[in-house]
């Protein structure tokens, strides 16, 4: 009699284990969704470094972190799903800093920006992430050893960092973070709609969703 | 089973509400943890480096029972109701945070879960360690060997 009692616990206590994980995940989704929609505002600024064509008709939002490991290996993925669809997807790239020191490296993007070398420094730079992320934290004067050699005006670089336009970018794109309840990265908003399940399936189903609706 | 059979064997029924306090717990830490996305600080580390093994120490003390598992799950109980009641007093504030081992990362001090407004988390880990210690030192000096 000991035996069955303490194997009906057991199955009792798993079965509510994952009854209440499904119930808090599908709770939580529906208030991502319901947050997303009622920030769609706050989505996008006309600040925010855009790739692809204005009139394409779906737009992924990425939240992202120069220095974060998963957001570099997003990267080309996302890059992918755009060359798949020529046209018909933008990406629109939103900063969420959250390593220590990675808004020296956001920085570094926004001041070559104006430069018109945005996306190449960005991409040479995910390239080399490794070297100058050490133990989740950027290495500044590593990133910079990279940076010199590039070809970039490194003394116009300099100036423009110091520009206090790019800090109060930064400073907006984090509080919209906040917002969103954007805490990790990457995070992607496609059509408005946020990622529920992370990994590169989910992403991929989320953007083709938005194709087939949009065209 | 009805209770009047479990009570003819209070030895069983002893250690199996400590497993249950532990399984309990365990569950509910994992859940904080890996479901609602709380990261443990390093205070709660500990603690449930103390609580986990219980699970399956009380549980291979119950078929056949071995009153001996009190030897063993004790000490376990023990330093983790010491770890609990000292959680308990830095979130409180009895112990500044200075003097704990959380520097980094999460701060043991806050308080990422108050429910009605009273009970929280190192609180209900002090009352699952004073369950289990109660089950097992009932264990050791009420049962005949």
Request: glycine share 4%; charged share 15%.
């Amino acid at each position: 009699m000991k035996k069955p009692l303490f194997i009906a616990v057991v199955v009792a206590l798993l079965l509510a284990f994952v009854a209440g994980t499904f119930y808090y995940r599908a709770q939580q989704a529906e208030q991502a969704g319901q947050r997303a929609y009622e920030n769609q505002s706050v989505l996008v600024r006309a600040h925010s470094p855009v790739l692809g064509q204005a009139d394409a008709r779906v737009q992924i939002v990425e939240f992202i972190d120069p220095a974060c490991e998963t957001c570099r290996h997003f990267y080309p993925f996302v890059k992918e799903m755009l060359a798949a669809h020529p046209g018909r997807i933008r990406l629109v790239l939103r900063y969420a800093p959250f390593h220590q020191n990675a808004d020296y490296v956001v920085t570094l993007l926004e001041a070559a920006r104006k430069q018109d070398k945005y996306w190449e420094t960005l991409e040479s730079l995910l390239a080399v992430q490794d070297d100058w992320v050490e133990h989740h934290a950027v290495q500044p004067e590593r990133v910079w050893r990279h940076v010199e050699g590039m070809d970039l005006n490194l003394e116009q670089l300099q100036n423009d960092m110091q520009s206090p336009e790019i800090a109060r970018l930064i400073a907006q794109d984090m509080e919209d973070a906040r917002t969103l309840n954007v805490t990790k990265t990457p995070d992607f908003f496609v059509n408005g709609k946020p990622l529920l399940t992370f990994g590169y399936e989910p992403l991929k189903q989320l953007v083709d969703e938005a194709l087939t609706s949009a065209y | 089973m009805n209770p009047s059979k479990l009570a003819q064997d209070p030895g069983w029924t002893l250690i199996f509400i400590g497993w249950l306090v532990a399984t309990v717990s365990t569950l509910a830490a994992l859940f904080l943890g890996e479901v609602m996305g709380y990261t443990p600080c390093v205070l709660c580390w500990y603690q449930r480096i103390c609580m986990f093994p219980l699970v399956l120490i009380l549980g291979a003390g119950l078929f056949p029972f071995d009153r001996n598992v009190v030897r063993y799950a004790l000490p376990l109980a023990l330093a983790g109701w010491l770890l609990a009641a000292f959680h308990w007093a830095v979130a409180s504030g009895l112990v500044p945070e200075s003097a704990t081992p959380c520097s980094q990362g999460v701060p043991c001090s806050v308080e990422q879960i108050s429910w009605f407004g009273f009970l929280t988390l190192p609180m209900l880990s002090v009352f699952a360690f004073s369950i289990i210690i109660a089950s097992l030192v009932l264990t050791h000096f009420k049962v005949p060997k």
